[in-house]
C-alpha cells in the first residue's frame, strides 16, 4: 500500500485521534442537525383497511447488487481504528448477521497510517453471510491512493464493495482537513473501472443533488447513496471538536446546511429510474425506512442509532433492527403490499402538505380528488407547490 501523506493532517492530528474523538462526541452530545429534517415526516401513508393479503405473506426481503437480504435496511459506515471503535464494529457485525442485513465499515485511512489497525475492523468472521463495506474518503484519491490500494483494502477487510465518502464540507471545517476536491470524478471513475468489486459513493450526511448522482453513475459506480441532510450533522460534530471560538463559530452555521435526505432521494430517482440507489440520513423509524424505500430506495442506512444502540450491547443493536424491519413489514402490510416492488408502486404515500406523489401508482388519482374534496370541505385551497 502507497504510504501516503494522509498520514498526518497540517496540524499533526492523527487519524486515530480524530477517530477516537468522532466516536466519543457521538455518543456523549448533541449531533443533530440543526434547523433541517431528513423529511420523511412530509409523508404519509393512505391506511389500506382492507389489505386482502396475508400479513405471514409479506415479506421484507430483497435483492440488491446480487446480495440477498432480509431487510433493505443497513447499518452505515462508521467507525474502526480504535478499541473501542473495533468493540462497536464486533457488534454491529454480529448485529448485521443475525439481522441478513448489509454492514459498512467506517474510513478505512488509517489503516494507509497504521497497517497494524487493521484488528479494530476484521469483522468478517462474525458476519460471514452478509455483504460488508469497506470505506474511504474519496479525497484520499487526491492525495495519493491508488486504485491498487483500494483494492487491497477491500481484500484486507473481505469486503464486498468500496463506498467513497464525500465529505468536502467536513474536511473544510476541520483544521487539519484535506479541501482539494479537483479532478475527483475521474478519479473515481478510474477506481470504479479498476476495481472488481462494487464501488458505491455516498456523502456523509448533506445528500448528493440528481446532477451529481448521475454523474457518478455515468463514471461507472454501480450504486449511490445520497446521504442526505436532517439526522447527524458533522458540522456539528466538528463544532464540538473545535471548542470555543471562530472556527467553531463557523462551523455552527452549518447546522442547517445540506439537502433533506427525502428530497435528494426523490431528486435523484426521477434522474435515474433504474440506478441502484440508497438513502441514509436521518432514518429514525421504522417508518421511514418504509418512506424511504418506498420513494425508490434499495436500501436504507443508519448509522448514528446503531452506534448508540451498539455502545449499550448487541442486543439492543439487535432488537433495534428487528423492530425496525417489523414496522416495515406491517407498514407493507396495511398498504396491501406482499413485497418492496409492490410497495413502491402502491400508491399509498401522500404527502402532508402537496397531495400523492407523483407515479406512485393507480391510487393517485383517487387520492387527489380525496384531497381536493377535504380541502374543499374545510374551505381551504389546494396547495400544489413543485414536488422535490
Ligand atoms: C460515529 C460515526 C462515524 C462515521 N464515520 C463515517 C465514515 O468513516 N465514513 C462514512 O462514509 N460515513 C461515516 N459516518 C456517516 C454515516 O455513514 C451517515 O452518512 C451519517 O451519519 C448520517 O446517518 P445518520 O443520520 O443515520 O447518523 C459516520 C457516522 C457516525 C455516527
Known amino acids: 500500500m502507497a504510504q501516503t501523506g494522509a498520514a498526518m493532517g497540517p496540524n499533526g492530528v492523527l487519524t486515530s485521534t480524530r477517530k477516537a474523538d468522532h466516536l466519543r462526541i457521538n455518543l456523549e452530545e448533541d449531533v443533530a442537525a440543526k434547523g433541517v429534517r431528513a423529511g420523511f415526516e412530509a409523508y404519509r401513508f393512505m391506511h389500506c383497511a382492507l389489505p386482502e393479503i396475508d400479513l405471514a405473506e409479506v415479506t421484507t426481503a430483497t435483492e440488491v447488487l446480487g446480495w440477498r437480504l432480509s431487510s433493505p435496511l443497513f447499518i452505515s459506515c462508521m467507525t474502526g481504528g480504535t478499541q473501542a471503535a473495533h468493540r462497536i464494529n464486533c457488534s454491529l457485525a454480529e448485529t448485521a ?8 465499515l467506517g474510513s478505512a485511512r488509517v489503516l494507509l497510517e497504521r497497517p497494524e489497525a487493521l484488528s479494530s475492523f476484521a469483522v468478517r468472521e462474525l458476519a460471514p453471510s452478509v455483504p460488508l463495506f469497506a470505506n474511504l474518503g474519496a479525497v484520499q484519491l487526491n492525495r495519493g491512493v491508488t486504485s491498487d490500494d483500494c483494492r487491497r483494502l477491500v481484500a484486507m477487510l473481505g469486503a464486498d464493495a468500496l463506498v467513497l465518502h464525500l465529505n468536502a464540507l467536513q474536511e473544510a471545517l476541520q483544521p487539519e482537513g484535506d479541501t482539494c476536491f479537483a479532478g475527483l470524478l475521474g478519479r473515481i471513475q478510474s477506481v470504479a473501472a479498476a476495481l472488481e468489486a462494487p464501488v458505491v459513493v455516498k456523502e456523509v450526511g448533506w445528500g448528493i443533488a440528481a446532477d451529481l448522482v448521475t ?28 471548542g470555543a471560538g471562530p472556527a467553531a463559530r463557523t462551523a455552527a452555521q452549518f447546522a442547517g446546511w445540506g439537502i433533506p435526505t427525502a428530497v435528494a432521494l426523490t431528486q435523484a430517482r426521477a434522474a435515474a429510474p433504474d440506478a441502484v440507489l440508497f438513502a441514509s440520513g436521518g432514518v429514525r423509524s421504522g417508518l421511514d425506512v418504509a418512506v424511504a424505500a418506498t420513494l425508490g430506495a434499495d436500501l436504507v442506512g443508519v448509522a448514528g442509532p446503531f452506534l448508540r444502540a451498539a455502545s449499550e450491547s448487541t442486543a439492543s443493536c439487535v432488537e433495534l433492527g428487528r423492530e425496525w424491519t417489523d414496522v416495515l413489514r406491517i407498514a407493507m402490510f ?54 422535490p
Request: proline residues 3%.
Open 215 to 242: 454523474a457518478l453513475l455515468d463514471a461507472g459506480v454501480a450504486a449511490v447513496d445520497v446521504a442526505g441532510a436532517g439526522g447527524t450533522s458533522w458540522s456539528e460534530v466538528e463544532r464540538l471538536r473545535l
Open 334 to 387: 396495511c398498504t396491501g403490499s406482499t413485497n418492496l416492488a409492490a410497495l413502491r408502486s402502491c400508491g399509498r404515500l401522500v404527502r402532508d402538505d402537496c397531495g400523492p406523489v407523483p407515479g406512485a401508482g393507480d391510487g393517485v388519482a383517487l387520492l387527489s380528488s380525496l384531497i381536493e374534496a377535504i380541502s374543499e370541505l374545510r374551505g381551504t385551497r389546494v396547495r400544489r407547490p413543485a414536488l
Open 97 to 104: 448477521e443475525e439481522l441478513g442485513i448489509a454492514l459498512g
